[in-house]
């Protein structure tokens, strides 16, 4: 959806595999990255990294609405939370990086895969716990 968001800007990017390497443990993860094919000014940036994740929501977040089942809305509400916690992470690590006041976890991939992966556990938890008769 990054790339989308990039086109409806009226700008052009690409999709590219690269190695996400992990801060404290011995690993490195390949992963898809929308990547712009020019710099994008600071308002662009903020624009490009919040829509990516809001644009996905947004199908998500139609699809939740009409979905049954308790299995299936769980699943699609924990994507729609991490999707949110991308919307929130990738502008506001922008935002610090322009006023000079980094904040490294931000971009660290035990953050950025371990946040998401605590969603999914807990909802895993949540949802195999039996309904109350």
Known sequence: MHLVALYAMGRSGVLIVRGYRFTFLPLTIDSFHAQPSAPLDLPS???FDFAGPALAMLLLGALA???RGRLASAILLANLGILGFYAVIEPVDV????AGLGAPFLLWAEFNYGVPLAVLLLTAIVVSRRAPA
Do not use: E
């Open 45 to 47: 940036h903020l624009l």
């Open 65 to 67: 609405w009409v979905v």
């Open 95 to 98: 935002l610090l990086d322009a």
